[in-house]
C-alpha cells in the first residue's frame, strides 16, 4: 500500500529562497542559499505512519537571486535555481534514482506603499511576480520520470506575494514580521498541474550587536490537489505547518552569513497515503554593494 503513495512536498520552495533584502533606492544585494532537504515521512491525513519499503526521498536545492530597489518604494527580485532529487526504494541498485538540472525561475516587483521612517514603525511591501520554467522537466533515459521528481515543473505561474513588519523600536532591533503568497500554477505540456498554493508566515526577528541576529516563525502552507488532464490526482494536496528558524552573521560590513531550517509541527494531507517533509536545513551567503 505505501508504494501506492505519491509526494505532495513542494521540495524547492523557491519563493521562500528569493531575496527581498533591497528596500532603499539603490540597494543592490546578491544572495546565493543551498537547502538539503529530507521528504521522507508517511503520512495518513494528520497520522504518521510506519513505512515498510525501505525508501529514502530527498532533494538538493541550490538557488542564486538578486534584489535591486530603484527607489524608497520599488524594487525588483529574481533567481534561478539548480535542483538534485534522490530517491531510493529498498536495497538493490535499481531501486536508487537520481535527477538533476536547472530549475525553475522567479521575478518579482515589489512596491512599498508604507516604509520605515524616524517617524513610522511600519513597513508593508506588495508584490507581483512570475515562475518562469527555465529548466528540464523530462528528465529520463527511455522513460520520463515522474513530475515531482523533474528538476523543473515544466509550467509558468502567477504569484501574489505581501509583506508587513513592525519595529517595537526605535532601531528596528526587535520586529515582528509577516508575510503571505499565492501561487497559480500552470499547466505543462504533459497536461500536469501543480496544485495552487497559499503560504502564510508568522515571526519575530532580533539584532543582537552589530554582527547577529536570528529570526523564529511559523508557516502554514496550503495546496490544491495536482491534476491531470483536468482531473485530481489521489494523494497530492493539504496543509502544512512548520516551525522556521534562522540566525545570521555579518562578515564585515557587506557580508552575512545565513543558517536557516524548516521542521514540521502538524500537516493534515489528502488521499490515503502521502511522503512529506521530514525536515530541512541550509546554508546562504548575502553580499551588499
Partial sequence: MASAATCS???????????TSASQEGDFFINYSTEYHQISDLVRGSEDIPDETGRDRNSFSQVLSASYAFSDRWSV???????EHNRTIGTGFFGKETTSGMGDSVVLVRYLPLYRTPFSRHELSLGLGARI??????FGSGFVVSEDMQPSTGASASILWSS??????QAATLQL???????????NDRQYTFGNETSITLGLAQTVGTRFSWSAGLRLRETDADQRFGFDIPNTGGQWLDFVPAVQFSVGDALKLGLFGRVPLDRDLEGALQFTTSYSYGLSLTYGF
Fill in 164 to 169: 508587513y513588519s513592525y519595529a517595537f523600536n
Fill in 177 to 187: 514580521n509577516a508575510s503571505a503568497s499565492y501561487t497559480d500554477n500552470a499547466e
Fill in 133 to 138: 520554467a527555465t529548466g528540464d522537466d523530462s
Fill in 77 to 83: 527580485s529574481a533567481l534561478v535555481s539548480h535542483v
Fill in 9 to 19: 512536498c513542494a521540495g524547492v520552495p523557491l519563493l521562500a529562497s528569493i531575496d
